[in-house]
């Protein structure tokens, strides 16, 4: 079974909380702040796992999340980090944030890894906040949240040459007749519903692959029938036989059939329609084939396309077909270098916009602030030392936000929610 499509949840592990703690020892009446930080959360990695051909684990579990970061200890003792959390894919896989469909990475071999989700830093221990005026802090910063997405997954098969044309026109027995694949067969249309895979060997050091690709109908560009499946896997290829039924099984002219189907691969992709096409005349042993020969061939040599009338029941014309798209190949763009295969490349997700400072009246008494930076604030802090709500304040202030408060009307008492926290508003909170 050949899953091409997930959708699935990541989200970063959360960083550890700092640590309140004062070095207590003998003979050292007045220790000072001694708490370490928190250790950072684990990243969720995603990377190409080499022996992997489908997304199928995706279908049972969608959500992942890297394990959190440690809190710190007294003696300055910093959190142990999470650990990675690290999701194989196959090669070929096209990861996109699904909220804004913006593709991030394109996975085609090892080495690849895609950043999925960072991390939260880890919470600053007491120790970090002492300063001349505040020898004793009572409070620490809470651990980060990692970050989330929603991304989704799609394999694009990486196969050195597709196989393409209507249903039912032969293209599974063909990769059946050329290598050692056993594809479902039968006399209707879209029996194959997932490509199927050949390698053809050629040598000991040659060999390619061969994808037999679901066929395609009318409106494939836009996602009728089989469409967009179809065409999102054509698009790995170098080469592309296109086989038409020459004797005309189900009534189609093959020539008609030959310029629909180029001209979906035209509406979906300007480098898919550029792909180099070799021609297979498939049905040859049957006798209808013999009044459509002629006539496609002198079409296909006035183009300039090689053409080569097949059985791939038989397996007549086969393997001067299979001999002429290897000496294709040879001709196309060489494969990497093994040393460049194996080199690591890191994607990371794009930045998402930065939600700005609003603070809406909700009723006499109740006010709501929003934007990333102060709800972060917030979030982060201790609101259950009262240390740590004066060292918010202080913050607060620093940054304005105390005076666009009450320039909007918030009076002493009022009820402001920030995030998910909802405080008591006071001009100026102070440590017990």
Known sequence: MLVDEAEIEVEGGRGGNGCVS???EAYVP???PDGGDGGKGGDVIIAVGPHLGTLLDFQYKYRYKAPDGAHGQGSHKTGRSGKDLVIKVPAGTVIYDAETNQQVADLTRPGQILIAARGGAGGRGNARFATSTRRTPRFAEKGQKGERHRLRLELRLLADVGIIGYPNVGKSTLISVISAAKPKVASYPFTTLAPNLGVVRVDADRSYVFADLPGLIEGAAEGVGLGHQFL???QRTRLLIHMLDIAAVDGRDPLDDFKTVNAELARFSDSLSALPQVIA???????QAAENLDRCR????QRQLACFPISAVTGEGVAALVNHVI???????PEEPAGQQAATEVFTMPPRPTRELTISKLADDVYMVRGDEIEEMVERTDL???DGVAWLHERLQK????QRLEQAGVREGDTIIIGETEMVYAASPEPQ
């Not at 005349?281 to 006798?287: R, S």
């Not at 002198?298 to 040599?301: D, S, V």
């Not at 940054?399 to 105390?402: F, K, P, S």
């Open 22 to 24: 004062f070095r207590r």
């Open 30 to 32: 007045r220790g000072g």
């Open 232 to 234: 999102r896997h054509a």
């Open 281 to 287: 005349l498939n049905k040859i042993d049957l006798p």
């Open 298 to 301: 002198r079409f296909f040599e």
């Open 327 to 333: 000496s294709r190949l040879g001709e196309l763009v």
């Open 384 to 386: 259950s030392s009262p």
């Open 399 to 402: 940054a304005q936000i105390i």
